[in-house]
């Protein structure tokens, strides 16, 4: 343990050595830099009209409907392609082939139209409405015809110049 800690104190030396903290404002240079400001005002205000306004189905989020078809379809989907599908089948004392059989044909349907229904999104309805071809592609993807069906619902997104 340390009893005592010896330390030498440098002596401080108060004069300011370093660049001018604060410029010499003249009435000439605060105009200059009122003018900056209010330019730079000016330009946030422009880019700020030019933005498109925040909408909430803009988000990647899939809720209400498009979440229950998603689930039927994943649900549908697991039974008909899945590979376990028959043991269990087997197991509970259900004819398998013929159930994967009916199931194949909904499933490949649900697939298909999933598919379908992500490049309709994505390439033909979203851009002319100035939306997220990404955002609705997956929407389309997962929410299969019910996304097509709610983004032709929606209106084009505007920019908050031309809601005003």
Not at 91 to 102: K, N, R, T
Not at 131 to 153: C, I, N
């Amino acid at each position: 343990m340390i009893d005592k800690i010896d330390t030498i104190a440098k002596p401080t030396d108060n004069t300011n050595k370093g660049p001018r903290q604060t410029p010499l404002w003249t009435p000439e240079k605060l105009d200059e830099a009122g003018k900056k400001a209010g330019a730079a005002q000016v330009w946030a205000r422009k880019a700020r009209m030019g933005e498109l306004k925040k909408d909430p189905y803009e988000l990647l989020a899939v809720e209400g409907t498009l979440r229950v078809y998603s689930i039927f379809a994943v649900i549908t989907t697991a039974l008909a392609f899945g590979k376990a599908t028959p043991t269990v089948l087997n197991m509970v004392g259900i004819g398998a082939d013929e159930l994967i059989e009916f199931a194949r044909i909904p499933g490949l349907i649900l697939l298909v139209a999933a598919a379908g229904s992500a490049a309709v999104n994505a390439l033909f309805l979203a851009p002319p409405k100035r939306r997220s071809s990404f955002v609705w592609g997956m929407k389309g993807l997962m929410g299969g015809p019910l996304a097509v069906m709610q983004l032709r619902e929606l209106g084009d997104l505007k920019t908050y110049g031309e809601s005003r």
